[in-house]
């Protein structure tokens, strides 16, 4: 027993000192975002903030149009979400359960879309987007959510494909079609992966830099990454500010992510199982 409780005591160890590493950066940054300017500049480096300046979160607000940038990004963010949901589960359910000529081809064409670099669609996609008036306004950047997209549609494919086909048969049975199958049966026996796609499609859309840069140019249209990095010349002097609004900016990822955390963690036969 003395062995297995050291091996026990032995993976604690490791995971504890690992997050212990991990945690070191964050409180770097979080002890930075409130000392003032000659204590963030101080060389030797000054490890903790004396006084706490609390105030520099509130001088991120009335320095910058934050409020406003986050609006954008939570605009651009939901529904990039939600159009990455509908758009690729739909799409994957047709791959998974329906039968139609080619399904396996046209899978397969899309999979090979994943190998295509994303610069190469920039100037193509720019084109089109102009020719329907859409430059500077915030369409551009979640619209290409509800067209679907490779990633999405394997990982619900396989989450579909691992459902038994006792469930599809038992709701043929009720007199469920293929749609009301897909609504009321698959998904909710999804949500592990509907999750996943969830958090990874919110936090690329809320950190994206470079679609905003070429589709915006008001600045009261711009997202939070953007917003903040047109600001850093008025923080001449005061760059603790900036770390401040990075801090700001991680929030909402850390929310959507603890949200979404059990579902995140679980897997999606046994949920569909249980």
Known sequence: MSYFRFRKA????????????????FATTVF?????????TAV???????????????????????GQYTVNSVIVAVLSVIGAILSNSMIAYAFARLEFPFK??????VLGTMMIPAVVTIIPQFIIFKELNMLDTL???????????????????????????????????DGCNPFQIYWRIFLPMCKPSLAT????????KWNEIL???LYLTSQD?????????????????????????ALLSLLPILVVFLLGEKYFVQGANSSGLK
């Open 44 to 66: 030797p480096p000054v490890l903790l903030p004396d006084p706490a300046q609390w105030s520099n979160y509130s001088a991120v607000w009335e320095m910058a149009d934050f």
């Open 221 to 245: 249209k711009y997202t939070l990454p953007i917003g903040i990095l047109a600001l850093q010349g008025q923080w001449t002097g005061n760059e603790q500010y900036l770390v401040a609004a």
């Open 139 to 173: 369409m551009p950047l979640w619209i290409i959510e509800w067209l679907g997209q490779p990633f999405g549609i394997f990982l619900m494919r396989q989450a579909f494909l691992s459902i038994p086909n006792d469930f599809e048969e038992a709701a043929k049975l």
């Open 197 to 204: 796609l969830a958090i990874f499609t919110f936090m690329t």
């Open 104 to 109: 396996n081809t046209l899978f397969m064409v």
């Open 32 to 40: 930075n975002s409130l000392k003032s300017y000659q204590q963030y």
């Open 10 to 25: 032995a993976g604690y160890a490791v995971i504890a000192v690992s997050s212990l590493i991990m945690l070191i950066p």
């Open 211 to 213: 679609m905003p840069v």
